[in-house]
């Protein structure tokens, strides 16, 4: 069964300064997604990043980028300059290799933006 | 614009109580999805369906029942045989496609609480 690791509870970061949200996988898949997803306090979820694993190109949007090491399973979001509206709780997830399978979380990080 | 609608916002069940949670997209999207949402513990799925009524129990569908009569709608019972139903509920879509376009669409939640 898939699996994600995200072994940071919280995380404290300086405004204007870059910050890593680290994400493990588990999957014997050779075809999978992975996706970052950002909660603020008011409870939506926002789409922020995707990787597709054969995708040779690290993602980038903007100030997010995702560090991906297929070799050692991990897909870390990357923000550059933090900007206090950035605290919130942090999702990683994947989707399996068939297309019609549900997404699957980790426990979330949350980042806290400090001035 | 195109989005999905939970409603209420806020729901309080009473003991031996049945309660609906109410979601709605006009994505056009066939795949629609319930997850609940539980401090540190991630999103895990409850249900989810791929097509008009057609659905799959996930990994926690004990105590819910859904319906999938219209492609719009995506209804979520949860009965009195769940016995800890206090939690954050979010409905999502996807659409039929791959890459960055599979992502999932959330509606903004539902927050269940036990009177």
């Known amino acids: 069964a898939q699996k994600i690791t995200q072994t940071q509870p919280g995380m404290f970061v300086q405004e204007k300064e870059a910050v890593t949200l680290d994400c493990t996988y588990d999957t014997s898949d050779q075809s999978y997604g992975l996706f970052w997803y950002k909660q603020p306090s008011s409870g939506e979820m926002i789409f922020l990043i995707y990787q597709g694993s054969y995708d040779e190109q690290n993602a980038t949007e903007g100030r997010y980028s995702l560090n991906f090491q297929k070799a050692r399973k991990s897909a870390n979001l990357v923000i550059s300059a933090s900007q206090l509206g950035d605290s919130a709780m942090y999702f990683c997830?994947?989707?399996?290799?068939?297309?019609?399978?549900?997404?699957?979380f980790g426990k979330g990080t949350r980042l806290s933006v400090i001035a | 614009d195109g989005g999905i609608t939970q409603s209420p916002k806020y729901l309080f069940r009473k003991e031996g109580q049945n309660v609906t949670l109410s979601c709605e997209q006009n994505?056009?999207?066939?795949?629609m999805y319930w997850y609940r949402q539980d401090p540190g513990q991630g999103l895990r799925l409850i249900y989810y369906?791929?097509?008009?009524?057609?659905?799959q129990k996930g990994d926690i569908a004990e105590g819910y029942s859904v319906s999938r009569e219209k492609k719009e709608s995506f209804p979520l019972t949860v009965t009195s045989a769940q016995k800890n139903p206090t939690a954050f509920y979010l409905c999502a879509s996807r659409a039929p496609s791959r890459g960055q376009n599979e992502k999932l669409f959330f509606g903004s939640g539902t927050q269940l609480s036990v009177l």
């Open positions: 997830a994947m989707r399996p290799a068939s297309g019609n399978t549900p997404l699957v």
């Open positions: 994505l056009n999207h066939d795949a």
């Open positions: 369906s791929q097509i008009v009524n057609d659905f």
